[in-house]
């Protein structure tokens, strides 16, 4: 029987079945990786599935005939200035206006996002980064607060309270603007470490659930003077609900990763992405 020759230590075989011990940091980064992983496709499903609904065309089931008869009455109750001239132009211009208005707080939403994936790294190098994101909130509150509704002062022949009392969708743009201010305002408080009371943590969510309970009730008269515009609306309707549903979600993740739970990292990390996936509808946005 052969023995081992003196001096010389036994050594004991490596199991190669596992690659990381249980608990280690290793494995703990491994898992982390692979469920960012699952989030980030879950997201980009999720936006190619609402972005395919959306453009999706309506298919109307009634009779040749009788699609031809509604488009004559349409066309024979429409008055003529609805079709052409001035009022046509003015319809286009804002039309132009809300898209463009969209794009850019979509933009300035992905930008936010971004900052917010990459704030772990982005501090080692540049610690005022921690600011940037509760600064995109901030550009794109003034910017909807200032540029949302051209037909008030000072680019418009209205002043602001009659427009604010006699029209709903100025009312909800500059609200919306007001809660986008808000939230900037806040997050960079509690970024500096100004603002450490337990409720700073949760203004964030409530705001987001307020927005997107507004954005339900939205009224928007974009479409409302073309051909179509049974068609136009519900397409922006369609479009707003999209925004409410991500938006909410956005503001209940949020909400969820400042509570102390065995899935607080990855919630930290999940919220971003659906930020991401907002900014992108956002940024897709068409009337």
């Not at 109750?77 to 211009?93: C, T, V």
């Not at 409720?199 to 705001?207: C, E, I």
């Not at 999209?242 to 990390?269: H, P």
Request: charge should be positive; proline fraction near 6%; glycine fraction near 8%.
């Amino acid at each position: 029987m052969p023995t081992a020759s003196p001096g010389v230590a036994r050594t004991r075989p490596v199991k190669c079945n596992r690659l990381y011990p249980k608990g280690s940091p290793m494995a703990c980064t491994r898992m982390f990786d692979c469920s960012c992983r699952v989030i980030a496709i879950f997201c980009a499903a999720s936006l190619l599935t609402l972005s395919t609904a959306q453009a999706t065309p309506q298919v109307n089931s009634a009779p040749p005939a009788n699609r031809e008869h509604e488009s004559m009455d349409m066309d024979m109750s429409m008055p003529d200035h609805w079709s052409s001239g001035p009022e046509q132009r003015a319809a286009f211009k804002d039309k132009k206006e809300s898209e463009f208005n969209h794009h850019l707080a979509g933009f300035l939403v992905v930008l936010a996002g971004l900052f917010l994936v990459g704030e772990g790294r982005l501090r080692q190098n540049w610690p005022w980064t921690r600011f940037a994101w509760p600064a995109c909130f901030l550009v794109c509150g003034v910017f909807l607060l200032v540029f949302s509704d051209t037909e008030l002062w000072p680019f418009g022949p209205q002043n602001w309270w009659y427009g604010l009392t006699h029209n709903p969708e100025d009312l909800q743009h500059k609200a919306f603007a007001a809660i986008l201010l808000a939230l900037g305002a806040i997050e960079i408080e509690r970024a500096r470490g100004v603002l450490r009371t337990a409720w700073a943590a949760w203004v964030f969510p409530a705001l987001a659930a307020v927005g997107s309970v507004m954005l339900l009730f939205h009224e928007h008269h974009g479409g409302a003077h073309s051909i179509d515009h049974m068609a136009v609306m519900s397409h922006i309707k369609g479009e707003h609900l999209n925004f409410a549903i991500t938006g909410g979600s956005v503001g209940l993740v949020k909400g969820l990763s400042e509570m102390r739970t065995r899935w607080q990292s990855i919630l930290i990390k999940c919220w971003p992405l659906l930020l991401i996936v907002l900014g992108v509808l956002l940024m897709r946005y068409s009337e």
